[in-house]
């Protein structure tokens, strides 16, 4: 199985900040992620696909980056309905176990 | 307004079997693969199981593969996961979700339900 590593777990911010949080594979996904957001008691949203594509509707403030087996989302400046906890999940597998990563959550400093 | 709602949740007892449902709508449900993810208190999400636009094509994690069924209904536009043998381990709110594109090939699930809770307990 393809293994993906989230860090940090949790990552303390303040509204305006700018946060990468990374994503790394056990082997080479090439662009086959693509990022969640997840809020207390909701599910997931999509956020990015092909590791950089941003989903219909996302803010911009929102990006991807990254290939094979190292990615990032990255969130420019923090605003207040960001504060949630954010998935990593492969597609290189496809159709069989596509495996999702540990979550970060992004709390308030 | 494209739409996935799951029902049949309920507290079960070990051993036992249980039906989740979800329904589609705003949406060709037959053109779309679709998927049943978990996520138990606490934890991260875990996939388990897909099954083709038409039904032909079926996978399961291993976790609970020989336990658990994926069947669609096209007409009813509707998705189901058959449950056997459960397990504590098997509590978890369980998403009914689809592929952003049609056919057997993806980049993401693009569309969630908002869960239906099964609880394993004695």
């Known amino acids: 199985d393809i293994q993906l590593t989230q860090s940090p777990s949790f990552r303390s911010a303040s509204v305006g900040d700018r946060v990468t949080i990374t994503c790394r594979a056990s082997q080479d996904i090439s662009n086959y992620l693509a990022w969640y957001q997840q809020k207390p008691g909701t599910a997931p949203k999509l956020l990015i696909y092909a590791a950089s594509t941003l989903q219909s509707g996302v803010p911009s403030r929102f990006s991807g980056g990254g290939s094979g087996t190292e990615f990032t989302l990255t969130i420019s400046s923090l605003q207040p309905e960001d504060f949630a906890t954010y998935y990593c999940q492969q597609f290189k597998s496809y159709p069989r176990r596509l495996t999702f990563g540990g979550g970060t959550k992004v709390q308030i400093k | 307004e494209v739409q996935l709602v799951e029902s049949g949740g309920v507290v079960v007892q070990p051993g036992g079997s249980l039906r989740i449902s979800c329904a589609a709508s705003g949406f060709k449900f037959g053109d779309y693969t679709m998927h049943w993810v978990r996520q138990a208190p606490g934890k991260t999400l875990e996939w388990i199981s897909l099954i083709s636009w038409d039904g032909d094509s079926t996978y399961y994690a291993d976790s609970v593969k020989g336990r658990f069924i994926i069947s669609r209904n096209n007409n009813r536009d509707s998705l189901y996961l058959q449950m056997n043998s459960l397990r504590t381990e098997d509590t978890a709110l369980y998403y009914c979700?689809?592929?952003?594109?049609?056919?057997?090939?993806?980049?993401?699930?693009?569309?969630w339900g908002r869960g239906t809770m099964v609880t394993v307990s004695s």
């Open positions: 979700t689809k592929d952003d594109r049609g056919g057997l090939r993806a980049w993401a699930f693009d569309i």
